[in-house]
C-alpha cells in the first residue's frame, strides 16, 4: 500500500498531463508531402509546402529523395538565398533522413547536387513560439 500511492500519482499526473499538454505532441512532416524531396515543377512549391505547415520545437523534418541524385544540407540563410554550397552547416546524403527542429531560429536547407538549389530544391522554415506559458510548460 505504501508504494501504490507514488505511482498512483505518477500515473494521474501523466494522463493529465497527456491530456491537457496533447496540442503540443511532436509532429513529423514529410518534406513535400508524397513529392517528396526533387527539383519542383513549381517555384514556389516548398515555399508553400511550408506555409502549408506549422513548425514547433521538437517537430521533425523528414527528407524523401533518391541517394545520389538529392541530398539535403542545412545551411544559413544566406546560403539558402544565393544556393552556395561552400558553408554547409550539416549536410546528410542517405534518404530518408530527419532533422528535429530544436531551437526557435529559422532553418534552411538546399540540395548541393547540381544546379538543383537554383531550381528551387530549398526549403525555408519558420518556428512557431507558443503563445503563452501552458503551452511552454509542456517542454
Ligand atoms: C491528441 O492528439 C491525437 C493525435 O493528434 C488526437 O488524435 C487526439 O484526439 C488528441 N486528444 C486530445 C484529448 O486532444
Ligand atoms: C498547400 O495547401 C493548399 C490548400 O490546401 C493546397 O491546394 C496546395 O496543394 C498545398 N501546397 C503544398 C505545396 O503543400
Ligand atoms: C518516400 O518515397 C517513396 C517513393 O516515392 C515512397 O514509397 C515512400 O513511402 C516515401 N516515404 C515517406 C516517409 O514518405
Ligand atoms: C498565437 O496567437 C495568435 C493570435 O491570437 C495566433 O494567430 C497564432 O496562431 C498563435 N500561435 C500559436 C503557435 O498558437
Ligand atoms: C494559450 O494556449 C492554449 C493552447 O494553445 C490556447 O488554447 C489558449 O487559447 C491560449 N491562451 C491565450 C490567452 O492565448
Ligand atoms: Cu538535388
Redesign the pocket.
Known amino acids: 500500500m505504501a508504494n501504490l500511492k507514488p505511482s498512483l500519482f505518477l500515473i494521474i499526473a501523466m494522463v493529465v498531463s497527456s491530456m491537457e499538454f496533447n496540442h503540443s505532441v511532436a509532429t513529423e512532416h514529410v518534406v513535400g508531402d508524397s513529392f517528396g524531396w526533387a527539383v519542383p515543377q513549381n517555384a514556389g512549391f516548398y515555399a508553400m509546402w511550408s506555409l502549408n505547415h506549422?513548425f514547433?520545437i521538437d517537430d521533425t523534418l523528414i527528407f524523401n529523395f533518391t541517394d545520389g541524385f538529392h541530398n539535403v544540407a542545412e545551411v544559413t540563410k544566406e546560403a539558402y538565398d544565393t544556393c552556395n554550397t561552400q558553408n554547409l552547416i550539416l549536410i546528410q546524403t542517405t534518404s530518408p533522413t530527419r532533422f528535429t527542429i530544436n531551437n526557435v531560429d529559422n532553418h534552411y536547407y538546399i540540395c548541393t547536387v547540381g544546379l538543383h538549389c537554383k531550381s528551387f530544391l530549398k526549403l525555408a522554415i519558420r518556428v512557431?513560439?507558443?503563445?503563452n506559458s501552458s503551452?511552454m510548460l509542456s517542454h
Open positions: 506549422t514547433i512557431s513560439v507558443p503563445n503551452a
